[in-house]
T-cell receptor, first 115, second 112 residues
Framework: GAVVSQHPSRVICKSGTSVKIECRSL??????MFWYRQFPKKSLMLMAT?????????EQGVEKDKFLINHASLTLSTLTVTSAHPEDSSFYIC???????????FGQGTRLTVV | GEDVEQSLFLSVREGDSSVINCTYT??????LYWYKQEPGAGLQLLTY?????DMKQDQRLTVLLNKKDKHLSLRIADTQTGDSAIYFC????????????FGQGTTLQVKP
C-alpha cells in the first residue's frame, strides 16, 4: 500500500517552546492531508484538514493559532504546536487519502510530551 | 453530526473467533473501514468495505455490513496473540474526501 511517513516519532519539549511535526506522502501526491489527535485510551479526533496551496480547515474547538498547519507541497504537510503546554501532550497522527479518497493511509504517529 | 460507536473491550482465547461490532449514524458513507493500532504505533488499515456490499472476506478477516441497521462488524477467525491491539471502526465522512470519523476503538485481548 501507499506510504505516509511522519517525523519525529517521539519528541519531548519544554513548556513554551514550539514543535514541528512533518507528514510526507512518499509515493503519491496528496492535495489534502488530515491531522488527528489521540488522547490516552481514546479515539482519534480530527483536528484539521491541510490543503495544498491554501489555508487549513480547522475543526470546531481547535485553536488555529496554536496548531499551525502548512501544506508546502503535494507531498508534505507540517503541524507546528506553538508555545506548547503540558496539556498539549498527546499522540498526533496524520493521514493522506489516496486517489479519490477510497483509502486513507496513516503515518506512524508522533508522541509529544511537553514537560 | 456523524457518530460511530464501538464496544470498548473484548477478551477471547487464542484460537477462538473474535467479533468486533460497530454502529454508525451517517447512512451516506460510501466506504467503511477497520484499522488496527498496536501499542505506541500508528494505524494500520486492515480492510474496508464499499457500502453496496454485504460482506467482504480477506483471509482470516470477515467484514459484515448491515446498512439497514447501520451496523458493521469485523470477525477475526482463529485469533492469535499477535492480534491483540485496538481496533477502530471508521466511516468516510459524507463529503468523502478521505476524512474519517472514528469509533472509540475496541481493545482486543487474546489470552493464550
Amino acid at each position: 500500500g501507499a506510504v505516509v511517513s511522519q517525523h519525529p516519532s517521539r519528541v519531548i519539549c519544554k513548556s513554551g517552546t514550539s514543535v514541528k511535526i512533518e507528514c510526507r506522502s512518499l509515493d503519491f501526491q496528496a492535495t489534502t492531508m488530515f491531522w488527528y489527535r489521540q488522547f490516552p485510551k481514546k479515539s482519534l479526533m480530527l483536528m484539521a484538514t491541510s490543503n495544498e496551496g491554501s489555508k487549513a480547515t480547522y475543526e470546531q474547538g481547535v485553536e488555529k493559532d496554536k496548531f499551525l498547519i502548512n501544506h508546502a507541497s503535494l507531498t508534505l504537510s507540517t503541524l507546528t504546536v506553538t508555545s506548547a503546554h503540558p496539556e498539549d501532550s498527546s499522540f498526533y497522527i496524520c493521514s493522506a487519502p489516496l486517489g479519490g479518497g477510497t483509502e486513507a493511509f496513516f503515518g506512524q504517529g508522533t508522541r509529544l510530551t511537553v514537560v | 453530526g456523524e457518530d460511530v460507536e464501538q464496544s470498548l473491550f473484548l477478551s477471547v482465547r487464542e484460537g477462538d473467533s473474535s467479533v468486533i461490532n460497530c454502529t454508525y449514524t451517517d447512512s451516506s458513507s460510501t466506504y467503511l473501514y477497520w484499522y488496527k493500532q498496536e501499542p505506541g504505533a500508528g494505524l494500520q488499515l486492515l480492510t474496508y468495505i464499499f457500502s453496496n456490499m454485504d460482506m467482504k472476506q480477506d483471509q482470516r478477516l470477515t467484514v459484515l455490513l448491515n446498512k439497514k441497521d447501520k451496523h458493521l462488524s469485523l470477525r477475526i477467525a482463529d485469533t492469535q496473540t499477535g492480534d491483540s491491539a485496538i481496533y477502530f471502526c471508521a466511516i468516510a465522512s459524507s463529503s468523502n474526501t478521505g476524512k474519517l470519523i472514528f469509533g472509540q476503538g475496541t481493545t482486543l485481548q487474546v489470552k493464550p
